[in-house]
């Protein structure tokens, strides 16, 4: 994502990966931008042993750039949640049925892992993504003793 460094102003990309997007999205969604920065600052503390002040404003603007950019990407919550279930399908890092038990989760709201599914589905398809593979289902087996000519 392209936004400006937080204290010289200069354009650079910032390649998040997307669970730290994630994260960064919901924070954001609970508890604003002055609680990511809040949590910023304590990390950047412990590595640095204190911040000038410059630099805390600097965090300031790079998490609202940050803001910015995501909100950019994503148009409210479901669709951040649909662009990060499609992807962890796509990578096999996720089952259906855990990605609509997390979405329920960050959504409030019950949603069957069925009716996420195809949410997700219509979504990477909306997005001229490659569409994530049924789950096979084991063939039944038979019970053991009938005859099958009856």
Request: proline share 5%; glycine share 8%.
């Amino acid at each position: 994502m392209g936004i400006s460094h937080p204290v010289t102003g200069e354009p650079f990309i910032l390649e998040l990966p997307l669970k730290v997007a994630f994260s960064f999205f919901l924070m954001m969604e609970k508890g604003g931008t002055s609680g990511i920065v809040d949590l910023m600052f304590l990390g950047a503390t412990l590595i640095k042993d204190g911040l000038p002040v410059e630099e805390f404003y600097g965090l300031q603007r790079a998490a609202a750039e940050i803001e910015k950019t995501l909100r950019r990407e994503w148009q409210d919550n479901e669709d951040m949640l649909l662009n990060h279930s499609y992807t962890l399908l796509h990578n096999k890092a996720m089952t259906r049925d855990q990605a609509a038990q997390f979405a329920s989760s960050a959504l409030g709201r019950p949603i069957t892992a069925n009716a996420w599914r195809k949410k997700t589905d219509r979504w990477g398809e909306k997005q001229g993504l490659p569409a994530l593979g049924q789950t096979k289902r084991r063939p039944r087996s038979r019970v053991s003793g009938q005859n099958e000519d009856a």
